[in-house]
């Protein structure tokens, strides 16, 4: 048995890690594993922290789902969103600089990021716009001395964009499963989810770090709250 799991930085496991654990160890305490430990199964867990709805959807629909037995996706807050970047350079790096200053200035960095790019395919591309944090809308793209993102969030974007979104998101997703016949759980993190989901993770009893992130005790009774949905 084969179990897909996809979403941010809750189903990722950031907040569990500690400085001096080693890969394996951390990653064994995160819900995903916990879960293909109880049944038997293998695990992949395509998640990463900062991801967009349209990120995990996109990164969803790249994987070669009819491998899965079970798959499982974690929705996110419907703000966010993500820009492809050719030139590859994270965009809280460059510092609202273009690439050829990027060059100029920092001749080593860019070396170490062009020697990373021609090794990657371009979904290491895809750079996250994160509104709760600043630095993360830092795209390097200015327009009348602001970043575009900046004035995105406060002239254009609108929460009922966000709403629309996320639902043609989650519309999008449910219906793929359901056409390949798929066995899946879907759950959110965002507090003001309409979304008929099967868990809203954000409104648990789920215990947090500092950071908002679910602790190893979390990460426990996430997998017992799904397990009983399989």
Avoid at 88 to 111: D, S
Avoid at 146 to 171: P, T
């Amino acid at each position: 048995m084969k179990l897909l799991f996809v979403g941010d930085s809750w189903t990722w496991g950031d907040g569990i890690r500690k400085p001096h654990e080693k890969k394996g160890e951390w990653e064994e305490k995160r819900f995903s594993d916990i879960i293909g430990r109880k049944i038997g199964a293998e695990v992949v867990n395509k998640s990463i922290c900062g991801l967009s709805n349209h990120a995990i959807t996109r990164i969803l629909l790249e994987q070669d789902l009819e491998q899965y037995d079970y798959i499982f996706i974690q929705f996110t807050y419907p703000a966010r969103t993500e820009f492809f970047d050719v030139t590859g350079i994270p965009h809280n790096a460059r510092k609202k600089t273009t690439l050829e200053h990027f060059k100029k200035n920092k001749p080593t960095k860019y070396e170490k990021f062009k020697k990373k790019l021609d090794n990657e395919v371009f979904t290491s591309r895809w750079q996250n716009i994160l509104p709760h944090f600043f630095r993360w809308m830092e795209a390097g793209f200015i327009l009348d001395g602001r970043e575009f993102y900046e004035q995105w969030y406060e002239e254009i974007y609108h929460d009922e964009m966000g709403r629309v979104d996320e639902m043609l998101l989650y519309n999008l997703v449910k219906t793929k499963l359901t056409l390949l016949n798929k066995k899946h759980v879907i759950t959110t993190i965002f507090p003001r989810s309409s979304l008929p989901v099967d868990i809203n993770l954000s409104k648990g009893k789920y215990p947090l770090d500092k950071t908002n992130h679910p602790t190893h005790m979390g990460h426990i009774m996430i997998s017992r709250d799904i397990m009983k949905l399989l």
